[in-house]
């Protein structure tokens, strides 16, 4: 993952420094993008039939031998693209609603992928890593 967002970095640190209170979301939701959000948002979400963030609640603890990083546990499915496809996905973020809301965090994918009409799409258990530096 490239970076936590910068609302997220500043919600962390309040909740540490005690001069504020984070809630964790209920949900996290995983987007995709075909131009790269920043620390502050922006970036180009996929949009097209059928497209709508997925929720992802299955993801592993940091452990004393990996403290900054976690995978998903559970594969993460998109529906499938409707007519025209969703573009070429270059990028994928974290968000804490499936509206526009607060981003959270963002990555690059490892190779871009042009999503056609049809397409399966999806990550497998363990593909998308979430680092803190």
């Known amino acids: 993952m490239a970076g ?7 919600e962390l640190l309040d ?19 075909t131009a ?19 929720i992802c609640n299955a993801w592993d603890a940091a452990t004393a031998a990996s403290p900054s990083l976690a995978h998903n546990t559970a594969a ?20 804490d609603s499936n509206g526009g809301t607060n981003l959270l965090g963002w990555g690059a ?9 049809g397409d399966t799409v999806s990550f497998a258990a363990g593909a998308l890593d979430v680092t803190m530096d």
Do not use: C, M
Request: no cysteine; hydrophobic share 40%; aromatic share 14%.
């Open 15 to 33: 909740h540490f420094l005690k001069t504020g209170a984070y809630t964790q979301p209920t949900n996290i939701y995983v987007a995709l993008f």
């Open 76 to 95: 993460i499915n998109f529906a499938t693209p409707g007519a025209g496809g969703w573009g070429v996905v270059t990028h994928f973020a974290l968000f």
């Open 4 to 10: 936590l967002s910068q609302y997220l970095q500043q």
């Open 36 to 54: 790269a959000p920043s620390d502050t948002g922006g970036g180009t979400e996929v949009s097209g039939v059928n497209y709508v963030r997925v």
């Open 109 to 117: 994918l490892g190779t871009p992928k042009t999503i056609n009409s």
